[in-house]
């Protein structure tokens, strides 16, 4: 998941997404179809609500998802500061291309509920019960950039420094996965990052996503000559990911 100079793209979510209902007329199923990404039905949301998995108490419209020690919902207004304090830091910024003013990152959070709002799922507000209400986000993205392998629904995740190194970001990153291939009936998901994030890649290694040395690409929303152009794609098929977790017994930690 890249990060892009303000008055470009941001996180794929540079062309403002469709207010809620004028969605569906904007996307184009046809394309979505052929590299496996179905877009969410009214009948899955209706599901989903009777499932009782709609957010309790948040103002964006996302699926509510808990794991053993966090709760992935959606955003609150009071998420707003600490996602401004953690854009803004130096060391989680390192590998995206430049920090965000409390504006861009404001403007950076509505784009991410509009996504919610749109496709049914998105990058969701991170919650370490009793501990800490807002970590980060860890979620699903739409990209539409053109490069070889979209459109594609990306899964990314951006996590608070002190929140780094408890394993916070796999675990919710393996909970969306689950939502990913049977709430929100994706075929497949992709991952991106630069080589010198090895944090990153090292959660989608975790997570069971494989690497083609040959899907690489220069990130089309970075600028030609910026150390941050060339990235890295790793994919995950559901195939894959039933297969994997069929031999491992079908825990959730696969
Ligand atoms: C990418 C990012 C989310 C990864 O965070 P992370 O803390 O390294 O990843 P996890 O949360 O999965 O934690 C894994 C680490 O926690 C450790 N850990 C500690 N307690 C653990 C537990 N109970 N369970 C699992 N792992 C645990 C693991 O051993 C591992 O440590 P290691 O990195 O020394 O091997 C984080 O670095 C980040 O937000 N970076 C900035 C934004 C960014 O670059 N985003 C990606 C753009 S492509």
């Known amino acids: 998941m890249t990060w892009t100079p303000p008055q470009r793209a941001q996180d794929g979510l540079a062309e403002r997404a469709p207010r809620a209902g004028q969605g ?28 009782g998995l709609d957010s309790i108490g948040a103002v964006s419209d996302a699926p509510r998802i808990e794991t053993e020690r966090l709760v992935l919902r959606g955003w609150r207004p009071s998420d707003r500061e600490p996602f401004a304090a953690m854009n803004a830091d130096p060391e989680v910024v390192e590998h995206l291309v430049n920090p965000l003013t409390r504006e861009e990152s404001d403007a950076l959070a509505d784009r991410i509920e509009e996504h919610f709002a749109v496709h049914g799922y998105g990058l969701w507000a991170v919650e370490v019960p009793g501990r800490w209400p807002f970590i980060g986000f860890v979620g699903l993205l739409l990209q539409t950039f053109e490069v070889h392998f979209t459109p594609a629904v990306e899964i990314g995740w951006r996590l608070a420094r002190p929140a780094w190194g408890q394993g916070y970001a796999t675990e919710a990153a393996r909970a969306v996965l689950r939502h990913a291939f049977t709430e929100a009936g994706l075929d497949q998901l992709v991952s991106m990052t630069v080589p010198m994030n090895t944090r990153s890649w090292a959660v989608m290694e975790r997570i069971g996503m494989t690497r083609d040395p040959a899907d690489d690409f220069d990130h089309p929303r970075v600028p030609e000559g910026h150390t941050h152009r060339r990235h ?23």
Do not use: F, M
């Not at 996307?27 to 877009?39: A, D, M, Q, S, T």
């Not at 195939?239 to 069929?246: E, F, I, N, V």
């Open 24 to 51: 569906r007329r904007l996307e184009c199923p046809g394309r979505g179809e052929l590299i496996g990404v179905k877009h969410r039905s009214d009948g899955a949301r209706r599901a989903g609500r009777r499932n």
């Open 232 to 254: 890295l794609l790793y994919r995950l098929s559901r195939d894959t990911w039933l297969g994997a977790r069929a031999q491992a017994g079908s825990d959730d930690r696969h």
